[in-house]
């Protein structure tokens, strides 16, 4: 079956202790995000990756970091949370067409984050 | 003001009514996406369009690029369609989201 994974799907926490969100997908598709979604603000990109060892920021990058190793995963690293990273996280991935980000996109199932 | 506007952000209905949500959009696309996220959170692609008009079961969508909007139709609306619809824009290497539609349909 087609799917997006994150592990783990609740989590809360302390401000300060270093965690990280895994992703992965079964698909082989070339691009991979993440985003975060708050009340009132919808959906916004964190980081992207259009292929192995290519990554960039998207929107809201900052306290975040990320890596692409391997097409198949690509794991969000909080290094220092703070209370203003509690949201509800989603990964998801694509094909990437001649022309870009062409195909629809596969969504992880989330992660609720707390931060405290 | 935002790149991409829903309307309305609430929806209510009866079983059965026809249901139009609409977004609008300032800025180039190559394509536009309809999400679903259920009460559960998860989140589904339900229609990626560039032009025209693209029908699945009960759901149409139609975009009009000269205008830069799009609607989403329901026709025989059902509780289970309640959810959050998400309108979301494509450049070339990222989406921007609407805010989001909450649809209730009451039996």
């Known amino acids: 079956e087609a799917q997006v994974t994150q592990n783990p799907r609740y989590l809360i926490t302390v401000t300060g202790k270093k965690l990280t969100v895994t992703c992965s997908q079964n698909?082989?598709?070339?691009?991979m995000s993440w985003y975060r979604q708050d009340p009132g603000l919808g959906l916004r990109q964190i980081y992207y990756s259009m292929n192995v060892e290519v990554t960039d920021k998207g929107d809201v990058p900052e306290g975040y970091k990320v890596s692409r190793k391997e097409k198949r995963n690509f794991p969000l690293i909080l290094e220092s949370p703070s209370p203003n990273q509690t949201s509800l996280y989603f990964c998801a991935s694509s094909r990437m067409g001649i022309a870009g980000l062409s195909y629809e996109q596969y969504f992880g199932p989330g992660t609720r984050l707390t931060v405290t | 003001k935002n790149e991409v506007e829903q309307s309305p952000q609430n929806l209510t209905a009866q079983e059965g009514e026809f249901i139009t949500i609409n977004c609008s959009y300032s800025v180039g696309i190559s394509a536009l996406h309809w999400l679903q996220q259920h009460p559960g959170g998860g989140i589904v692609s339900l229609f990626m369009l560039s032009s025209g008009k693209k029908k699945h079961g009960r759901l149409i969508a139609t975009i009009n690029i000269q205008e830069k909007h799009s609607s989403l139709h329901i026709t025989a609306s059902h509780p289970r369609d309640s959810a959050v619809y998400i309108c979301?824009?494509?450049?070339?290497?990222?989406?921007?989201f609407g805010t989001g539609t909450r649809l209730q349909v009451f039996p």
């Open positions: 698909m082989n598709h070339e691009y």
């Open positions: 979301a824009v494509r450049g070339t290497d990222k989406l921007i």
